[in-house]
C-alpha cells in the first residue's frame, strides 16, 4: 500500500543536497524506502533551519511508522539525519 508522507529534517550542508526524485530510506524503528517529490525550506513559515520533504513510497505505512533516521547517498557517502517530525499525508 503506497503512501506519502511529509518529513521535516535540519537544514545543513548534507540535506541542503537533497533534490526533488532523490532516493531516501527511512530508518530506526521501521524501515521503507522513498523518493523525494518535493522540497520546501520555508523560513518565516515554520521552524527555523529545518527543511521539509514529501516523500512518496511504494512501501507499506507500517514499514516506515516509527523511523527515526533518514538516509541519502551524497556521491558514494551514506548519510544519516535525524527525523524530526513525520506526517503521513494520505490515507488508504
Known amino acids: 500500500m503506497a503512501f506519502e508522507v ?3 529534517v535540519a537544514r545543513n550542508a548534507d540535506t541542503a543536497a ?3 526524485n532523490t532516493a531516501v530510506r527511512m530508518t530506526g524503528a521501521a ?3 522513498g523518493t523525494v517529490f518535493l ?7 515554520a521552524e527555523k533551519d ?3 520533504l514529501h516523500i512518496r513510497s511504494q512501501d507499506a505505512w507500517i514499514h516506515v511508522e516509527g523511523a527515526t ?3 541519502f ?4 557517502r551514506l548519510i544519516n539525519t535525524p527525523i ?3 506526517k503521513r499525508l494520505d490515507r488508504d
Do not use: C, H, Y
Open 18 to 20: 537533497i533534490t526533488n
Open 84 to 86: 524530526l517530525s513525520m
Open 39 to 45: 522540497r520546501a525550506d520555508p523560513d518565516g513559515f
Open 31 to 33: 524501515n521503507g524506502n
Open 73 to 76: 547517498t551524497i556521491g558514494n
Open 50 to 52: 529545518t527543511t521539509f
Open 6 to 8: 511529509l518529513i521535516g
Open 69 to 71: 533516521i533518514l538516509q
